[in-house]
T-cell receptor, first 108, second 115 residues
Framework: QKEVEQDPGPLSVPEGAIVSLNCTYS??????FMWYRQYSRKGPELLMY????GNKEDGRFTAQVDKSSKYISLFIRDSQPSDSATYLC????????FGAGTRLFVKA | DARVTQTPRHKVTEMGQEVTMRCQPI?????VFWYRQTMMQGLELLAY????????DSGMPKDRFSAEMPDATLATLKIQPSEPRDSAVYFC?????????????FGPGTRLTVL
């Protein structure tokens, strides 16, 4: 079993839809939870991070962490074609482990 | 605008040849990571250094891969001899270990094709 599980997709949605991306993890020692966005042929870039259970909002993006269930989510409101990318979750603390990434396509 | 730089951006080589990839971390960052990304395996950590000392290279095939940090501004990843299964995008990332956000900044990657 992988330490971090993430559905690779692809996920295709119409413009304006609410997108939900999720990851589960197995090691309760992880302390930081991050979402990276990776455009085609580019390196991943940090989108959001949080270190506690609950929600964190940044514009159209909301990161949600449920430590009791070992489950994290990223919600994108009013999705745009420019949001089309691969989204990787990452868990950090004693080490950083990345999920496999979910490919998202937002159709205009 | 500080960023991680990597060279070369693309490399096509033949099986058996030596490949060297270079990375310049962000000035002031003390931790450097090497990752490999493929469609099948996703992003895999190969090795990382802190203050130029190797801390973990357990993700790296030891017989053909080597990673070094000759100085604080240069990290290298070498494959000798290269094999077709090494074809992937190799990313370097850096961060500052005392930054509690644990944010890694990635370079643009080196796309390696071994024929």
């Amino acid at each position: 079993q992988k330490e971090v599980e993430q559905d690779p997709g692809p996920l295709s949605v119409p413009e304006g839809a609410i997108v939900s991306l999720n990851c589960t993890y197995s090691n309760s020692a992880f302390q930081y939870f991050m979402w990276y966005r990776q455009y085609s042929r580019k390196g991943p870039e940090l989108l959001m991070y949080t270190y506690s259970s609950g929600n964190k909002e940044d514009g159209r993006f909301t990161a949600q962490v449920d430590k009791s269930s070992k489950y994290i989510s990223l919600f994108i409101r009013d999705s745009q074609p420019s949001d089309s990318a691969t989204y990787l979750c990452a868990m950090g603390g004693f080490k950083t482990i990345f999920g496999a990434g979910t490919r998202l396509f937002v159709k205009a | 605008d500080a960023r991680v730089t990597q060279t070369p951006r693309h490399k096509v080589t033949e099986m058996g040849q030596e490949v060297t990839m270079r990375c310049q971390p962000i000035l002031g960052h003390n931790t450097v990571f090497w990752y490999r990304q493929t469609m099948m395996q996703g992003l895999e950590l190969l090795a990382y250094f802190r203050n130029r000392a190797p801390l973990d290279d357990s993700g790296m095939p030891k017989d053909r891969f080597s990673a070094e940090m000759p100085d604080a501004t240069l990290a290298t990843l070498k494959i000798q001899p290269s094999e077709p299964r090494d074809s992937a995008v190799y990313f370097c990332a850096s961060d500052y270990a005392a930054d509690l956000t644990d944010t890694q900044y990635f370079g643009p990657g080196t796309r390696l094709t071994v024929l």
